[in-house]
């Protein structure tokens, strides 16, 4: 297996400086989705995006391009420079494919959750700091694809392989 969080941050160099035609050589041999979260020193949240289902052929392309994205694109915050990639950490969420569940098959330790209302949709990764139980897990997904706490929602389960620098 290739060091995936190795390859984020060689992506995220490589962005930052300017170097946009810049694309991973090795790959995994396998197509996955993925989120790639970075992290500041004291553990507080700079940039998260990803994908539930793959979209590049290959899970080395996945990681690069959502790397990119979350250091550039994530619109709660500003966009990284390659002086603060030094102070940041990266951890990769490589995803398992979705199935549709019930609520008393939740458990957010172990697996995140979908949440869905027609075209709005939210989504949060397992084991997080600070979510214990699945009605808070449910409650900040549906937050954040802005579904009131009555409105109906289908709901999804995936697993997910955690790497972390």
């Not at 060689?10 to 400086?17: G, I, K, R, T, V």
């Not at 969420?93 to 549709?100: D, Q, R, W």
Request: hydrophobic share 40%; with cysteine; glycine share 8%.
């Amino acid at each position: 297996m290739i060091d995936l969080c190795g390859l984020a941050r060689q992506s995220l160099q490589h962005w930052l400086s300017g170097d946009h035609q810049w694309i991973p050589q090795r790959r995994s041999g396998k197509r996955s989705a993925c989120f790639v979260s970075l992290h500041t020193a004291d553990g507080a949240l700079r940039g998260c995006v990803g994908t539930l289902l793959p979209v590049a052929d290959d899970l080395a392309l996945e990681v690069s391009n959502n790397a990119i994205s979350a250091a550039t694109r994530d619109p709660r915050f500003p966009p990284i420079s390659l002086i603060d990639l030094d102070q940041l950490t990266i951890q990769i969420n490589v995803l398992g494919e979705p199935e549709a569940c019930v609520k008393s098959q939740l458990d957010p330790q172990i697996y995140g959750v979908i949440v869905a209302n027609g075209n709005r949709r939210g989504v949060l990764l397992p084991n997080l700091q600070g979510i214990d139980d699945c009605d808070q897990q449910l409650d900040i997904a549906r937050k954040k694809a802005l579904i009131g706490p009555h409105e109906p929602v289908e709901l999804s389960r995936f697993e997910t392989d955690k790497f972390s620098e």
